[in-house]
């Protein structure tokens, strides 16, 4: 038991540190694409952290199984370059024994993963949908940025506000309508106020009102412009209808996705159980690739480890891909892909124990009669 717990507690420990490093990397990452967004006026700000939360669960999807694959070769690697693992087999701990306390620590990270990743990955990208669809919905003065450029909700004008005020008040506005595309004499409004509020009906629909400006209309084919001063103008900024963000087969529940035909459905289904099942497998690869002896030290097989990590998450891409395309059997699906992995971890595992010996040597004589 104390073996056990000190082979847990090592790869732990290697996994959470890496574990923590990679989603570091990869939320700031998302987090500078997600800011980007909000600062074009896709949405407003202070959706950033929500949307940022709501793809946590597949950045966890992608993050976990290579921590536990890099904090496998860390730990074992560890162990064997300072002679912990010498120690252990001398006292009877066997390399298979470690094998399955290792893979305990797997199956776990496979069932969490496997849970993540056939429902609530999919629920969290249907709250991402809703979320977007409702920020369209209210886009007005709260997707505004002052300062800036933008296009209005319904592409039909371009607006600048200088400032926005505490009370939600515009200050020196700028809008261009651009003109109707069935309008064949292209009449466009320039309009400059000095102040102005977004304001929304019952029926949802939203209004630029602004007060004390001047209104430029005019079409440049006919080069004849009319300005108008106003003490209050209104202009239409958004519609009350909202176009339906189109539903990918990944934000499906995974039982109304085994209900979908076809071979998008199909690859969609084998790809959410890929990463969680790879998990085990990519164990059994990573715990005869951390031996190393003492003068290698515990990173001497991390690269090739790694290019075997990214080898299989291609195959398991292009597999997805092949699938979709029609490439590849729909009954064959993904399992080639793990069936293959797996050989190869059993492999690497056994090829030292005294069976695959055996099998060597019998190969062995009889080329030699032969």
Known sequence: MIVFKYLIREVLKAQIAVLLVLLTIF?????????????????????????????????????????????????????????????????????????????????????????????????????????????QS???????????????????????????????????VFVAQLPDPDDETGVTNVVVAKGGRVQEDSSGAQQLNLNDGVRYQGSPKAK?????????YKMQIKEQQVDE?????????VDELVKVEGAEAVAEFHWRLAIPLAIPIMT????????VNVRQGKFAKMFPAVLLYLGYFGLMVAGRKALQDGIIPLYLGMWWIHISALLMGLFLLGKDRPIFSRISTLFAHKKVAA
């Open 27 to 135: 939320i700031s990452q998302h987090f500078v694409r997600i800011l980007a967004d909000a600062s074009d006026g896709d949405f407003p700000a202070s959706l950033i952290m929500t949307l940022i939360g709501l793809n946590l669960p597949y950045l966890v999807i992608l993050v976990l199984p290579l921590s536990l694959f890099l904090g496998i070769l860390l730990a074992h690697g560890r162990m064997y370059s300072e002679n912990e693992m010498v120690i252990l087999h001398g006292v009877g701990v066997s390399e298979w024994y470690v094998t399955r306390v290792t893979l305990i620590l797997a199956v776990i990270n496979m069932l969490f993963t496997g849970y993540l990743s056939l429902y609530v990955a999919p629920w969290a990208e249907e709250q991402q949908n809703q979320v977007l669809e409702k920020a």
């Open 138 to 172: 209210e886009a007005g003065l709260a997707a505004l940025v002052q300062g800036r450029f933008q296009a209005s909700p319904n592409g039909r004008a371009v607006l600048f506000v200088e400032r926005i005020g505490k009370d939600n008040e515009l200050d020196k």
């Open 224 to 232: 004849d412009y009319q300005m108008i001063e106003f003490g209050g």
């Open 245 to 253: 963000r189109r539903r990918k087969l990944s934000a499906l529940p």
């Open 284 to 291: 059994l690869i990573a715990v005869p690739l951390a031996r």
